[in-house]
DNA sequence: GCTGTTGTATTATTCGAATAATACAATCGA
DNA sequence: TCGATTGTATTATTCGAATAATACAACAGC
């Protein structure tokens, strides 16, 4: 069925982290045009509804602004955007770091387990 | 309100995660007995309801049982226990690995960001 | 002016999570 | 035996997420 989305997460959050990351990645650049809320919502294959409400949470947040009924576009402040790129990871290693303490790794060992877990401990895509 | 629990995911999931962490540490002991429904859902500050949901779930997992009436016990089978602890880290690191790569960061520079991270460009308690 | 596209708003329905309030069955201990 | 404790089951209600089906307002282009 969601074959964009997991199940332990409100759909409409998720796709408010897709298009943070696709702003963040440049994919959709400062001041661009974006899709359609309707077409947004066929491409993740969601309600039109579900999707207009995560644009709007966007909005509210900064990441985009309505020009009245000509469109929907990425936010021009540049300066915003850049502290999302370092944002981002920032926050999503954070998490990490946080749940594997809580793992009871200690700290001094977390940096070389990613190093395994990357050289080839697991095998990732 | 939830002082234990964030609302982007169900509380009865995080209850699980964390009954699975505590196993995983050792906090509950193979074999030993854990607290009735009513008093982990005090503890908890959630329903009876929703502690009966997670600890039902955990009893499918294999690592609870039931002991007629008696109470409920954390697994014996040591194997399973330390299967738990090797994949706990394991799995949340591998989501990590992913998270960063969507994020467009370089897999090779990973484990650096982390060592950043850790060593003081991040405040961690 | 008309039509299509845009964002937005409204109403209703379905679903799962969570809570509430009980009730029941089985075991243990006094 | 009696009462407390245990796990379990049931029914109802509330709430938010998601979907569905529309409807409306505003602008652009023909």
Redesign the pocket.
């Known amino acids: 069925m969601?074959t964009f989305?997991n199940?332990t997460?409100?759909?409409?959050?998720?796709i408010i982290s897709r298009v943070l990351l696709a702003i963040a990645k440049g994919e959709l650049p400062p001041g661009g045009k974006?899709?359609?809320?309707?077409?947004m919502?066929a491409n993740f294959?969601?309600?039109?509804?579900?999707?207009?409400?995560s644009?709007?949470k966007l909005?509210e947040m900064g990441y985009l602004y309505?020009?009245?009924?000509?469109?929907?576009y990425v936010t021009k402040n540049v300066e915003l955007i850049e502290n999302l790129k370092t944002s981002l990871p920032a926050e999503i290693t954070a998490n990490y770091i946080a749940e594997m303490l809580d793992c009871g790794m200690p700290r001094d060992e977390i940096s070389d387990y990613v190093s395994y877990a990357i050289k080839g401990g697991e095998k990732n895509g």
């Open positions: 969601t989305f199940s997460q409100p759909i409409y959050l998720q974006i899709s359609p809320v309707r077409d919502a294959k969601v309600n039109p509804n579900t999707m207009q409400k644009l709007a909005e309505t020009e009245g009924t000509n469109g929907r």
